[in-house]
């Protein structure tokens, strides 16, 4: 009875000890609906700064902070209008990519040199410009 005891109490210390020290892949997101659910935090990182380089803007345009808690982010949250705008573009832009272009890589892999991005059409600015600046005249022109 004492050696089986212990056998078990071992069992039950090598599972625990084990589990204590197997990584999670998971990153805990919550409430993706277009990028996968299993990226990782690297490529979620790229993606995110690639919205914030390619519109200008930081983490408070498309997040809001925590109920009660202005200390913590909600990333989850769809309270901000601007996160749904963004769903909306990604779509646009993945469908952009799959019909149009010889799209060789992922939704989250950016590295892909033709395919329509946030930057594309951006330029470092929430509003895309629907029109060209007007051209300033030199002397020469006139």
Request: proline content about 5%; glycine content about 4%; hydrophobic content about 35%.
């Amino acid at each position: 009875m004492k050696r089986s005891f212990l056998v078990i109490f071992g069992l039950i210390l090598v599972v625990a000890v084990s589990s204590a020290f197997t990584k999670i892949n998971d990153p805990g997101y919550k409430n993706l609906q277009i990028l996968p659910k299993n990226i990782t935090e690297k490529q979620m990182d790229s993606v995110m700064h690639h919205f914030t380089q390619s519109l200008n803007v930081q983490c408070n345009f498309c997040h809001v902070k925590q109920e009660g808690n202005e200390n913590e982010w909600d990333w989850a949250s769809d309270k901000n209008k601007h996160k749904l705008v963004a769903r909306q573009m990604m779509t646009m832009t993945n469908k952009l990519n799959d019909e149009y272009f010889p799209y060789s890589g992922k939704a989250e892999d950016l590295s892909t040199i033709l395919t329509v991005t946030c930057y594309t059409c951006h330029h470092g600015s929430t509003e895309p410009a629907t029109k060209p600046k007007p051209k300033k005249l030199t002397p020469f022109d006139k």
